[in-house]
Structure formats: C-alpha cells, structure tokens
C-alpha cells in the first residue's frame, strides 16, 4: 500500500508518472515507476462522489457472464508455459 499525502496527490496530479522507492523488509531497495496518466480524471470522479455512467447501467444489466473469463491470448500463454488444457479450463470458466 501507498499512501500519498495531500501535498504530494497535489504533486502527482500535475505529473505523467510517480517513482517510488521502497524499503524491503530484507533492507534492500525497490524501484517501480507508475504511470500517472488519468489519474486527476480518477480523483475528480473521486471527489464528485464517484456518479455512475451510462455504460456503468449496459454493463450491470448484462444477462450472463461471458462464458470464458481468459483472452484467446492468455491461453496461449498458459498453454505454452506447460499448463494442461483441463487447468485451463477449470481457470478460465465460470
């Protein structure tokens, strides 16, 4: 978890990416680099109370979950890292 003081949201929100160091518990250092793109949309929607869209309602009234949760090609990469097509299934169906 993150936690970003208001000083910094402020900071971030003017930025296209956020750097981040981090501690380990094996005291060596973490890098990751975020991408910020968006985010001051995602806060202002935050902050208005997070109103539902027209394309939230088409999505809630959908009648059934789509039969396989996996795209075509991340079963194509499951399958190429060795695993058998009937863990695939059991993963990618509902």
Do not use: F, Y
């Amino acid at each position: 978890m993150v936690m970003i003081k208001d000083s910094e949201l402020a900071e971030t929100l003017q930025t296209t990416r956020l750097r981040l160091q981090i501690l380990t518990l094996v005291r060596s250092v973490a890098t990751e680099v975020l991408d910020t793109t968006g985010i001051q949309t995602a806060v202002d929607h935050i902050r208005s109370g997070c109103p539902a869209s027209p394309e939230a309602d088409t999505i809630t009234q959908r009648s059934s979950p789509p039969e396989n949760l996996c795209s075509e090609q991340w079963v194509a990469r499951l399958r190429a890292a060795g695993v058998i097509d009937q863990q695939t299934n059991a993963a990618c169906r509902h």
